[in-house]
């Protein structure tokens, strides 16, 4: 029994940590141009396959790296030419321009790559157990986790200590003024939305060495991270991690005792939240969904 929670709670914090690597680009795109993204699932589809196209000609490492860069550039074409059109009206049309999108870019992997599922090659010595007890922890798995990791604390440095950081945070407060203080608002959401859809990418890289191939892996991670950014708060970046994180070990936890219940308490915890705390456990005052 021992065993069996200790593997769904690592099972968990690594599933959180896909909802918080997606999440968090997520919020970084809502934040600062109130776009719902919901091709963010479609773009996390496109860098695992992109690393898998890539990959017989840079390894493993070489796809790891290059291939979030292409999604990422992918995301600001796209922003350029579709996405700006929607700020300044009402979300709606934003959601429906996204939603339409995350259909062709899967009608897109799928005409492209097939729609069968394809391997993921990933270096031999990082998928063998650390241990014959904890049979279920491998090198991979581990490395997920502290990649995640030191993407996070990447992030934070970049908002907190660079200059294009410091302008997407004020600009999340208050854009106009940044505008008004000589920022060029319009390359400043392009970049963001780009540094958004790059976690969408990483996160796909590293799904497609655990769950393998599929032209809907997206589909599974995409609304889970919506429910970590509601439950964290929206406008807080540290309760969205923390958000992406809590739900994955409470599932993880769930379904040890109750199999079945498994996705359904990831919704039963964010009506909970909306009902005790509208805002999230970290989200700022005035800030509501």
């Not at 600001?76 to 934003?94: A, F, K, M, N, T």
């Not at 994955?248 to 009902?275: D, H, Q, R």
């Amino acid at each position: 029994m021992t065993q069996l929670l200790l593997f769904n709670v690592f099972n968990g914090l690594i599933v959180g940590a896909f909802y918080a690597l997606m999440a968090l680009g997520l919020s970084l795109i809502i934040n600062l141009t109130s776009v719902i993204n919901f091709s963010h699932g479609g773009f996390l589809a496109l860098g695992a396959y992109i690393a898998y196209t890539i990959m017989p000609y840079t390894g493993f490492w070489g796809a790891l790296i290059v291939a979030p860069v292409i999604t990422a550039l992918l995301g600001l074409l796209v922003e350029r030419l579709l996405i700006r059109h929607c700020y300044g009206r009402d979300p709606l049309y934003s959601l429906l321009l996204t939603f339409g999108l995350a259909y062709v870019f899967e009608d897109s992997i799928r005409y492209t790559w097939g729609a069968q599922g394809l391997p993921f090659q990933l270096p031999s010595w990082l998928t063998k157990p650390l241990s014959n007890y904890m049979f279920f922890l491998t090198g991979y798995r581990v490395f997920m986790v502290v990649l995640v990791a030191v993407a996070v604390i990447v992030l934070f440095f970049v908002l907190h200590r660079t200059r294009l950081g410091m302008r997407i945070r004020a600009g999340t407060l208050d854009l106009e003024t940044v505008s008004v203080l000589g920022v060029n608002v319009r390359v400043l959401r392009n970049l963001n939305f780009g540094l958004g859809i790059y976690f969408a990418g990483l996160a796909g890289v590293l799904a497609a060495g655990l769950l393998g191939l599929q032209p809907t892996i997206g589909d599974a991670l995409i609304m889970p991270s919506f429910v970590a950014i509601i439950v964290g708060g929206l406008g807080s970046l540290t309760g969205t991690l923390f958000g992406g994180l809590l739900i994955g070990v409470v599932a993880g936890v769930t379904t040890v005792f109750f199999p079945s219940a498994s996705e359904a308490i990831i919704y039963i915890m964010m009506a909970i939240v909306l009902l005790v705390r509208p805002r999230g456990l970290f989200g700022e005052e005035g800030m509501t969904l």
